[in-house]
């Protein structure tokens, strides 16, 4: 599996205490050297402001811009927009970070294969005019819109991190796609059930799920029921991952009670499946949270073994085992299907 990296994503918060620090990717980085899961890695280019503004417009491009050019060096603060910790050099690794995930989906279009750029600052909680959490720019969905606007068709935008994609959902439509399941009412606060919208040509679909637990077999199983009728009413040219392993029990951020690498294990067959039914294998894997270092390290590493394992899928978990909340919600799903 090809993985898009850059130095430069270090760079951001480099000597700041903050959860999302530049270990996160420089760890995962030395674990993929260390169990030889690097046979392919390429660069990435800075997202354009033709990329960016597919997403967030001109305004709020200016706005971060001139947030960060205000801060000396060493110093930090907060985006003007809310809860975003940036430094001096903040801009340009979020540049750079979009980049990359537009590189990962260009590459995996190109070759109709899987591609995982490893990048940070995360994006999936900025919305169009607002940098929320740890995210500045949007990385899939300005990957997902520069598709879009370059080759036409759909994608389908799969998030599994612990929190909502409050931004990525607000992105959607026009061809976009978004389907997650989320801790609910945690962090952002959005997410509900009730924000559904069944459309093919830009679905919202969340399954929210308790905040303190859910547990391994009903996290791989709500996914393995999940994502084949989204992705069977989507019908994607390409899929777009929001990678998120927060849900990994011990996570000090996020903490589903979930093993992290069976379940990241589980999900890059599912996922590796439905784009080869769907999308002619086309998937591209976006770093967005997991704060426990050694941990997302392993489940990146799962991640990729799967997807390159050529053996057929593994059994699928018992339904069973999904409460009947979230069942009740996925039944409604996949009733949209027919």
């Known amino acids: 599996m090809i993985v898009v990296y850059d130095d430069a994503y270090a760079e951001h918060l480099r000597g700041v205490a903050h959860p999302e620090s530049p270990d996160r990717v420089t760890g995962v980085m030395e674990h993929l050297r260390a169990n030889g899961l690097l046979g392919g890695q390429v660069g990435a280019a800075d997202a354009s402001d033709v990329q960016l503004q597919r997403v967030h417009p001109r305004r709020y491009v200016e706005r971060v811009e001139r947030d960060v050019a205000e801060l000396e060096a060493g110093r930090v603060a907060y ?26 989906l260009a590459r995996a279009t190109a070759e109709n294969r899987a591609v995982f750029a490893i990048v940070r600052p995360p994006g999936h909680h ?95 199983a709500t996914w393995q029921r999940l994502l084949p009728a989204v992705a069977a009413r989507v019908r994607p040219d390409a899929i777009v991952v929001s990678a998120g392993y927060d849900f990994a029990a011990g996570d000090p951020v996020g903490d589903l009670g979930v093993d992290g690498p069976l379940a990241a294990r589980a999900l890059a067959v599912l996922i590796r499946d439905v784009a080869g039914q769907y999308a ?59």
Do not use: K
């Not at 003007?80 to 050099?89: E, F, L, M």
């Not at 340009?92 to 970070?97: F, G, K, S």
């Open 79 to 104: 985006l003007s927009t809310g809860d975003t910790v940036i430094d001096h050099g903040s801009v340009a690794v979020a540049r750079r970070a979009a980049g990359g995930a537009v590189t990962a």
């Open 126 to 220: 900025a919305e169009p005019v607002r940098g929320m959490g740890f995210c500045i720019f949007n990385n899939v969905a300005v990957a997902a819109r520069t598709f879009v606007a370059e080759r036409g068709g759909r994608v389908l935008i799969v998030d599994f991190d612990y929190h909502h994609g409050n931004g990525t959902q607000a992105a959607s439509g026009r061809g976009v796609s978004f389907v997650s399941t989320h801790a609910f009412p945690q962090y952002p606060g959005t997410g509900s059930f009730a924000e559904n919208l069944l459309d093919p040509e830009g679905a919202v679909v969340n399954v929210p799920l308790p905040p303190d637990f859910y547990g391994t077999e009903a996290f791989v």
């Open 280 to 338: 002619h294998g086309r998937v591209a894997y976006c770093l967005e949270g997991g704060y426990d270092v050694e941990t997302l390290g392993r489940c990146v590493a799962a991640t990729l073994r799967a997807n390159d394992d050529v053996a057929p899928s593994q059994d699928l978990a018992d339904h069973g085992a999904i409460p009947a909340a979230q069942r009740a919600m996925i039944d409604e799903v996949v009733a949209w299907r027919s």
